[in-house]
């Protein structure tokens, strides 16, 4: 299983960034995936969830209002659309699969290299 996360970058606060993460079909359609984010000498942390079928959507509450986590099936790709940013955003952005949805890093089974999101105050 290959995750491949774009679309980090430096943006100022207030501003939007929409990540993404490539796979394989098989992959799109039998996993339920997920976002994650590591800051600096921080533990990873849940953003949102979705299953495979494109419901059982679930946000952190620091995500709640201002991130969109959605799928669009012709392009196999997760998107986790993110405005009102805050200097607090500010971390590596991890896709992640696994055959159900869940809340915590260790319950999934396959992860993408990250993408590094930078929120300037």
């Known amino acids: 299983v290959q995750l491949v996360e774009s679309g980090g970058g430096l943006v100022q606060a207030g501003g939007s960034l929409t990540l993404s993460c490539a796979t394989s079909?098989?992959?799109?359609?039998?996993?339920?995936m997920a976002w994650f984010r590591q800051a600096p000498g921080k533990e990873r942390e849940f953003v949102a969830h979705?299953?495979?079928?494109?419901?059982?959507?679930r946000y952190a509450d620091s995500a709640k209002g201002r991130f969109t986590i959605s799928r669009y099936s012709a392009k196999n790709t997760l998107y986790l659309q993110m405005n009102s940013l805050k200097p607090e955003d500010t971390a590596i952005y991890y896709c992640?699969?696994?055959?159900?949805?869940?809340?915590?890093?260790?319950?999934?089974?396959?992860w993408g290299q990250g993408t590094q999101v930078t929120v300037s105050s």
């Open positions: 992640a699969a696994r055959a159900s949805v869940g809340l915590r890093p260790y319950e999934y089974d396959y």
């Open positions: 079909e098989r992959t799109f359609s039998r996993y339920a």
């Open positions: 979705l299953g495979w079928t494109g419901g059982n959507t």
